[in-house]
C-alpha cells in the first residue's frame, strides 16, 4: 500500500555533502515512522537514522551521529536525510523505510527501491 521512492545520490568526494530525499504516497504520512537504512557492497544492510511519526525524536547510528541529519516535512510527505563530511566508508545503497507505529522498527514494513552513494577519497 505505501509506496517509497528515493532520489539524491550520486557520485561524491570525501567531505562533500549530499542530501537524500524520500518521497512516500499511498497512506497517511504522518501516522508512519521512517528512517533510512544503507547497505555497502558486500555487507548486511544496517540502520542509519531514524525519525517519529510525529517529527520530535530521532536517533542515529554511531558511525553517523554528528553528521547526518534526518527530518521530515508532513505536508509534503517527504523524509530527508543531510549528510555532511561524507568518506568513503559512507558508500553504499540507500533505503528509505517506513512502519506504521510511534518509532521504525529494526525490520520495517516498507521500503524504498534505493539510491545508490559513492563517496571516493
Known amino acids: 500500500q505505501v509506496q517509497l521512492v528515493e532520489s539524491g545520490g550520486g557520485l561524491v568526494q570525501a567531505g562533500d555533502s549530499l542530501i537524500l530525499s524520500c518521497a512516500v504516497s499511498?497512506?497517511?504520512?504522518?501516522?508512519?515512522?521512517v528512517g533510512w537504512f544503507r547497505q555497502a557492497p558486500g555487507k548486511e544492510r544496517e540502520f542509519a537514522a531514524r525519525?517519529?511519526?510525529?517529527?520530535?525524536?530521532?536517533y542515529y547510528t554511531g558511525s553517523v551521529k554528528g553528521r547526518f541529519t534526518i527530518s521530515r516535512d508532513n505536508a509534503k510527505n517527504a523524509v530527508y536525510l543531510q549528510m555532511s563530511s561524507l568518506k568513503p566508508e559512507d558508500t553504499a545503497i540507500y533505503y528509505c523505510?517506513?512502519?506504521?507505529?510511534?518509532?521504525?522498527?529494526?525490520?520495517?514494513?516498507?521500503w524504498g527501491q534505493g539510491t545508490q552513494v559513492t563517496v571516493s577519497s
Open positions: 499511498g497512506g497517511t504520512f504522518s501516522n508512519y515512522a
Open positions: 523505510a517506513a512502519d506504521f507505529a510511534l518509532v521504525l522498527t529494526p525490520t520495517p514494513a516498507y
Open positions: 525519525i517519529s511519526r510525529g517529527g520530535t525524536s530521532t
